[in-house]
């Protein structure tokens, strides 16, 4: 089974509207992190929030913040007042306790278009 | 500012010809990974290495290998390169553990066309 899914390959959003990327996520171990990241045509991917299943609240940072309902086991990206800079693949990852070497698995992506 | 440094951006190679893509860190970080990036399948570990000559098989090793003779330094070897590898590949590096916030430092990639 699929760890991490995001079920959007492709969305568009109007520049300055807030859109939101779905990341949904499959694990027993009770302490997890979960990771999002951007990468632009450049390639470089750039960190962009995390949060800890243990976190009470959602995690923010700046235009960024996490939708994270635990329950249902979604860890969504919403950002608000979209730029055309915003225009990226975007990347939801998992970090389960225990994983060797810190290790990431990591969703399929979805690929996010901002209009003029 | 440099962190972690892919020697290649973009690389065209033969079916058949071995091919070694170098990735090297100055962060100290104890683990390394090497991932192939693909539309629609995001980023899926090939291996990783959590000290100087250790190393894991991740979910896709076959058709590669890799080398670690020194911290800095994580290197993916494509013994016989086969069209089926062109591919985006991604270096990364972290610490072992700690911070748990801390994710990976990424290169800028390597774009691997066999032709």
Same mark, same amino acid.
């Given at each position: 089974a699929q760890k991490i899914t995001q079920t959007q390959p492709g969305m568009f959003v109007q520049e300055k509207e807030a859109v939101t990327l779905d990341c949904t996520y499959d694990t027993s171990d009770p302490s997890y992190g979960l990771f999002w990241y951007k990468q632009p045509s450049s390639g470089e991917m750039i960190f962009l929030i995390y949060q800890g299943s243990y976190d009470q609240q959602n995690a923010t940072e700046g235009r960024y913040s996490l939708n994270f309902q635990k329950a249902r086991k979604s860890a969504n990206l919403v950002i608000s007042a @979209?730029?055309?800079?915003? @225009?990226a693949m975007y990347f939801c990852a998992m970090r389960e306790t225990g994983n060797a070497g810190n290790m990431l698995t990591f969703g399929g992506g979805t690929r996010l278009m901002v209009k003029p | 500012d440099v962190k972690v440094t892919q020697s290649s951006r973009y690389l065209v190679k033969r079916t058949g010809e071995k091919v070694f893509l170098e990735c090297v860190q100055d962060?100290?970080?104890e683990n390394m990974f090497w991932y192939r990036q693909d539309p629609g399948l995001g980023l899926r570990l090939i291996y990783f290495s959590y000290d100087v000559k250790m190393k894991e098989k991740g979910d896709i090793p076959e058709g590669y290998s890799v080398s670690r003779e020194k911290k800095e330094r994580f290197s993916l070897i494509l013994e016989s390169a086969s069209t089926n590898q062109t591919s985006m590949y991604l270096c990364a590096s972290s610490l072992? &553990?700690?911070? &748990?916030?801390y994710g990976y430092t990424f290169g800028s990639g390597t774009r691997l066309t066999v032709v």
């Open positions: @979209s730029q055309l800079g915003d @225009s | 962060m100290d970080h072992s &553990s700690g911070l &748990s916030n």
